[in-house]
């Protein structure tokens, strides 16, 4: 667990933050008073500064301009709004690209990037960490002891929008990087497998960054530098922090992750949540036909996930539409503080935004904020302000944990290395499989858990694996452990397949899964675009499966579902492993929605989970428990008033009624209950 029950907390900070990014130098300075005063109107407590003013604060190498920023802190001091202070280095100034050239990143294909964005960091440049290091410590001299400072926000979503580089800079970093991991060129050689394709390594001079090949390059040496790249951010980021912590001892650092799957994929936030002293997390809705509520819940729970489930805090998402998507919709009316509330039910200290006000220039201008172009005669206005209310009705929540009924694995190397390319079917997606597990367990109202493979398990009566196509020797034994000792497993298709290098495991497939699970696959059987198989069994329904079958041969494990056609027909489809006090089940197609969802039922009843029918669809109840009482979150995400019975009478925050038996919420709104007792 990266985090402890005493995680740190913004300093000064004695409510839930609720504010957003605040960006006063797009503004004339009249203009920050009056959105100081609104600002109070609606509840603030927290705002986000300085993020992207590398080039204000240093305008020329070594001359420095703090005069606006000390003005501003001052004044967010004497108003009572706390500030999570950026250190600027997502963005370096046009003077520092004119100097070092070289910093800007280089594509796979050669192209490098030029200035005019934001993000185009080199995170292997020598200049660029020095210039990083130095506007970190002057703004950590200057602002350490602040009265308003109330944690420090490093860089920027790293890994947005570039997180590799493939310049000649990043290769020498990348041979240093391999002789620490691997030591010399015979054993990257041994980790590679050069000797297909005849790509032996004389001396560890030799290798560069994978870049463009005429045709498929080392899926190993891929993987190794997906990792380098997330290693060498993970770096720059360190080596601001310690700045941090050596000259503004007792101030939190964090840097805004992007957990989501649909957001972010290269960075690898189990290692992450390890290095700042609070995570935090940006989110935004992706309106790619996915039920977005439902993202939101997932990428919530992995975000308390990587905080080890101590509390973390919502740094950024959007009061309405946002504006670099293809199709950006607005919220509909209650839909912003369903969001955030599911944020905060979900482990989050509070709801911010990016941003305060909206821009009237630049690439997000129509990205919605918490004061809109049309000011504060406007339903996001009204909405922002009732929000701000609502949240400082539900301090008492502050340092409660939420409680999780199931746990799922996930890793991202082991996604990276599943998305390589020449797998059995490009379009078995590890992100496809984990959404749907989720909605099926979300489904059921079981609010989950994220884990690392090698993480204990034991608290959970459930576990599932929905895509581990790397899983180690450790892995086996841990999810063999888990069963032995009276746990559920669920395991999907193309999981245990390969090693940490992308080597398959010797031996039948699924390599370290084989003695869990009771089984051995002898080959795949990958579908054609089209095409499904049908799951048959003389206990329940006929199931369909589409995209992938196993030919499975069972070595212990009975089999629950047979194919009835397609090359494994006969053969065992759904199999379920007796080990010690547990079971595991295997699922050997893509199954989805219902057919899913039957396979799910059953195994949560082997985990004595029972099913939660009187709780209405698309209801959320989430419950937080900790030291100042237990909490239950209800978030009604349909158009007709939701009835959840209560086992535990209590108290109605946000309307201060009595909550006894049953609780109404109308459609679209939210309700927490403190429970009494």
């Known amino acids: 667990m990266p985090h402890s029950e005493s995680a740190p907390y913004p300093v000064g900070l004695h409510k839930l933050a609720f504010g957003g ?20 109107e609606a509840g603030v407590t927290m705002v986000s500064v300085g993020i992207f003013s590398w080039a204000l604060l240093e305008p020329e190498p070594g001359t420095y301009d703090f005069g606006w920023l000390d003005r501003l802190l001052d004044l967010l001091h004497v108003n009572g709004i706390r500030a999570d202070l950026g250190t600027p280095t997502v963005a370096p100034p046009a003077w520092f690209y004119r100097a070092h050239p070289e910093a800007l990143p280089v594509s796979r294909d050669g192209v490098r990037y030029a200035f005019g964005s934001r993000g185009a960091i080199c995170h292997s440049s020598a200049p660029y960490r020095a210039a990083a290091a130095n506007i970190t410590e002057q703004l950590a001299r200057r602002y350490g002891s602040h009265p308003a400072l109330a944690m420090w926000h490093v860089h920027n979503e790293y890994g947005v929008p570039v997180s590799a580089c493939y310049c000649d800079s990043c290769g ?16 990257v050689n041994e980790a590679w497998g050069t000797a297909f394709w005849g790509q032996r390594y004389r001396s560890l001079d030799d290798i560069d960054p994978p870049r463009t090949t005429p045709t498929v390059g080392n899926p190993a040496q891929q993987l190794d530098y997906a990792r380098f790249a997330d290693a060498t951010m993970r770096e720059n980021f360190t080596a601001e922090r310690d700045i941090l912590h050596r000259l503004a001892p007792g101030i939190p650092v964090t840097t805004n992750f992007m957990t989501a799957l649909s957001q972010c994929e ?21 309106t790619d036909g996915r039920r977005t509520h439902v993202n939101l819940a997932m990428a919530a729970d992995l975000t308390r996930s990587v905080a080890g489930g101590a509390p973390w805090l919502l740094l950024e998402h959007s009061t309405s539409g946002v504006n670099w998507q293809p199709r950006n919709p607005a919220k509909r009316p209650g839909e912003m503080a369903r969001n955030s509330l599911a944020h905060v039910a979900r482990g989050s200290e509070g709801a911010m935004f990016f941003q305060w006000r909206q821009s009237r220039r630049g690439a997000e201008k129509f990205h919605s904020a918490m004061v809109p172009h049309a000011g504060t005669d406007s339903r996001i206005w009204r909405e922002v302000s009732a929000l701000g209310a609502g949240l400082g009705l539900l301090e008492g929540i502050r340092g409660t944990r939420t409680v999780a009924d199931v746990a799922m ?3 991202w190397q082991s996604w990276w290395a599943q998305g390589l390319e020449w797998r059995p079917s490009e379009e078995h997606d590890a992100r496809e499989r984990a959404d749907t597990f989720y909605a099926s367990l979300f489904d059921r109202h079981l609010t989950v858990d994220f884990a690392h493979p090698d993480a204990d398990l034991s608290g959970y009566p459930l576990v599932v694996v929905p895509a581990l196509y790397l899983a180690t020797e450790e892995t086996g034994r841990n999810l063999r452990r888990y069963v032995e000792q009276g746990g559920t497993l669920v395991v999907s298709y193309f999981s245990g397949i390969v090693d940490t290098d992308d080597a398959v495991h010797p031996g039948a497939y699924p390599g370290p899964l084989r003695d869990v699970l009771g089984l051995t696959v002898e080959e795949f059987a990958p579908l054609g675009e089209g095409d499904t198989v049908r799951l048959i069994t003389p206990e329940g329904p006929e199931l369909t499966g589409d995209l992938w079958s196993d030919v499975v041969i069972p070595r212990g494990a009975e089999t629950l579902w047979s194919y009835a056609d397609g090359i494994p ?35 949560a009843a082997d985990a004595r989970i029972e099913p939660r029918t009187s709780l209405p669809y698309d209801v959320e109840v989430v419950r937080r428990t900790g030291d100042n009482g237990s909490y239950l979150f209800v978030i009604n995400h349909t158009d007709a008033e939701a009835v959840v019975p209560l086992d535990t009478p209590g108290t109605e925050l946000l309307t201060g009624e009595p909550a006894v038996d049953k609780l109404a919420v109308p459609a679209g709104a939210v309700r927490v209950v403190r429970l009494d007792g």
């Open 266 to 286: 290269s960075v690898d936030y189990w290692a992450w949540g390890r290095e700042v002293d609070i995570v935090s997390n940006d989110h935004y809705l992706i």
């Open 21 to 40: 990014d605040y960006n006063p130098e797009q503004w004339p300075e009249e203009v920050w008073h009056e959105d100081v005063r609104l600002m109070r």
């Open 172 to 187: 020498a970093h990348f041979r240093r990087w391999l002789t620490a991991r691997h030591g010399s060129a015979d054993a």
């Open 409 to 411: 694995i996930w890793d």
């Open 569 to 603: 027909a006969g053969r065992p489809a759904v199999t379920r492993n007796r080990l010690g006090e547990g079971t595991a089940w295997y699922i050997s197609t893509r199954l989805s929605g219902p057919d899913l969802d039957a396979v799910l039922d059953r195994a």
